[in-house]
């Protein structure tokens, strides 16, 4: 037995039992309505991409890891390990009942940790493929990737032929946000894998691999990528594009996204979905757009203009912040999003929009407070209840058989997160962590966000 794993699992029982607690509760209640859905995720077996369709009733439990950069953070090994804490927890006490635990649990659940993830609650991560490639300034990449005229795309569009390892970047931040291990690691992956998406997932799940022998936890997760994955492959009458044609759909409609946002609709420069450029543009950062309507609020058009932005900085120097280069500007007409086909008008929609379209009952979410954002969790909760009571794409319960009820939410405590010794950093790679009894110490402390506000 991994002597991490099991301190692991006493820790995270003491401090975080109303956590699992709370998902126990709910996902006894989810036993009984026995709604089922059919969901394909991704595999990742033997570094090789495959396919699989999961059937029967189960109870998701979201996690993520991020796009943006290629190697492992500490941020997201935590929450990795936080989700499959909570997930075999979950499991075990619902076969064994709630009761406070003793050594033969922490046992049971540690040997329950080597296996890969089963029963009825099921772990997955939900990657996000909209996103730029250095949304964080961490990407070891950079500068090729500015070279190659790509700082503005949608990673799902990011090609790796033209990409290399900036020198300047990996000097700079050698013990802080990349190791020379990993840079060793992502310079061979780079060789292997054309999409940029496939590289990250390769670099990533390798590590994952070696950190399953650290810690004693089997890290098999199954991956879902949205939104772009997912509207390729769709026809123009399926989920994701039924969301974004009926937002649309008038005024109201888009008054009432709007208000799950939180902001007045006078000014209309969010848009709900962000055209991408004919030069492959598509940084929701770096588009700035307006909604138009006529004189009788019906939509018009939606005017789009990409420029120069800068995006956000790491955990070491603020002023070392990537830029997404890229200048167009364009305008859609209405037809093109009221009756929406990506195939005709690529875009990227707000995330709150495509998590209705997510099959997860609940998620992990990285330090809402103080990492994260309040105000994307807030909009992604009154989405949910919006849709719930049919105020929010009418008729999808109807139409899918898609049951809006609000998951449930759950953060890694930002004042307990795992992070770079000498630099407090939690976007450190997991390469410049050589010692992890410090991880092990501050332990896993997980709240259950019952009414965030």
């Excluded at 009418?394 to 139409?399: A, F, G, L, M």
């Amino acid at each position: 037995m991994s002597d991490c794993c099991y301190r692991l699992v006493k820790d995270f029982l003491v401090k975080s039992m109303p956590a699992v607690r709370a998902l126990v509760d709910s996902v006894q209640r989810h036993k009984e309505s026995e709604f089922c859905r059919k969901v394909t995720f991704l595999e990742f077996v033997g570094g090789k991409k495959v396919s699989c369709s999961i059937n029967g009733t189960h109870f998701y439990l979201r996690g993520s890891v991020e796009y943006t950069n290629p190697q492992l953070t500490a941020e997201e090994v935590q929450g990795i390990i936080g989700i499959r804490l909570l997930q075999v927890c979950a499991n075990y006490y619902l076969e064994s009942g709630m009761q406070n635990p003793v050594e033969a649990d922490y046992n049971n659940l540690c040997e329950e940790l080597k296996k890969p993830p089963n029963g009825y609650v099921l772990p997955f991560l939900l990657n996000t493929d909209d996103v730029e490639a250095d949304r964080y300034s961490i990407n070891p990449l950079r500068q090729s990737i500015i070279d190659s005229g790509q700082s503005a795309f949608p990673v799902a569009n990011i090609k790796t032929d033209q990409l290399c390892v900036d020198k300047v970047f990996t000097e700079k931040y050698d013990g802080a946000l990349i190791s020379k291990e990993e840079v060793n690691l992502i310079s061979e992956e780079l060789l292997a894998n054309n999409c940029y998406m496939d590289f990250v997932d390769a670099v990533k799940f390798r590590q994952m691999d070696m950190l399953s022998k650290v810690f004693g936890i089997n890290f098999s997760f199954y991956t879902l990528r949205m939104p772009l994955s997912t509207l390729q492959i769709e026809k123009k009458d399926d989920l994701l594009h039924y969301i974004i044609s009926e937002v649309h759909q008038s005024f109201q409609s888009i008054e009432q996204a709007y208000n799950c946002m939180g902001r007045s609709i006078n000014k209309r420069t969010t848009l709900l979905t962000v055209p991408h450029s004919e030069k492959g543009y598509g940084s929701k950062r770096a588009a700035h757009g307006k909604i138009h309507f006529d004189n009788n609020n019906k939509l018009l058009n939606v005017s789009i203009k990409y420029k120069p932005t800068l995006l956000y900085p790491n955990g070491i120097d603020s002023n070392d912040v990537s830029i997404t280069q890229g200048e167009d500007t364009f305008v859609v007409d209405a037809e093109k999003f009221v009756n929406y086909s990506y195939a005709e008008t690529p875009s990227s929609p707000q995330f709150f929009l495509y998590a209705l379209a997510s099959p997860e009952d609940a998620a992990l979410w990285h330090g809402v407070g103080a990492f994260a954002a309040p105000q994307l969790l807030q909009t992604y909760t009154l989405a949910h209840k919006a849709c719930s009571k049919g105020l929010l794409i009418p008729n999808i319960t109807e139409k899918f058989g898609l049951h809006c009820q609000t998951p449930l939410q759950f953060n890694l405590v930002p004042e307990d997160m795992w992070r770079n010794l000498k630099y407090q950093n939690i976007d450190a790679s997991i390469g410049t962590i050589k010692n992890f009894d410090n991880f092990i110490q501050r332990g896993m402390r997980l709240e259950y966000l019952s009414e965030y506000k």
